[in-house]
């Protein structure tokens, strides 16, 4: 079984001041394209093998397509809501680590026995 990698595209996106904020898809689709790129090269160095890399986009980022290697689950409401309900979701001991620099999201994801790491472990 695969590791369970879950991305929180607003605060990875968010992390970098590069004028995301005038194209909040676009950068969300951007994020998209480098993780899929990172999935086929094998360049995970968070993981022994390819993990299945779930995108979690909300707000105006919905609408991100999923490309190969990278699945994108819309959040209707909250992002950290979808992303405590997609590590909720997984099978049970299947390694889980979910990128954020948020807090209460962190906290959130650890209690249901998540790892955590920082933007920085999927940017360029």
Do not use: Y
């Amino acid at each position: 079984m695969s590791a369970l990698l879950v991305v929180d595209s607003a605060n990875v996106v968010g992390s970098v001041p590069d004028g995301w904020w005038r194209d909040r898809r676009g950068a969300a689709e951007r994020l998209r394209d480098r993780l899929a790129a990172q999935a086929a090269e094998g360049s995970r160095a968070l993981f022994t093998g390819a993990p299945e890399v779930v995108l979690v986009v909300e707000g105006a980022a919905r609408g991100v397509a999923p490309v190969p290697g990278v699945r994108v689950e819309e959040a209707s409401g909250s992002g950290d809501d979808k992303i405590v309900e997609v590590v909720a979701a997984r099978e049970p001991g299947r390694r889980c680590v979910v990128v954020t620099a948020d807090r209460g999201l962190r906290a959130r994801v650890t209690a249901l026995g998540a790892e955590v790491t920082g933007p920085s472990a999927v940017q360029d």
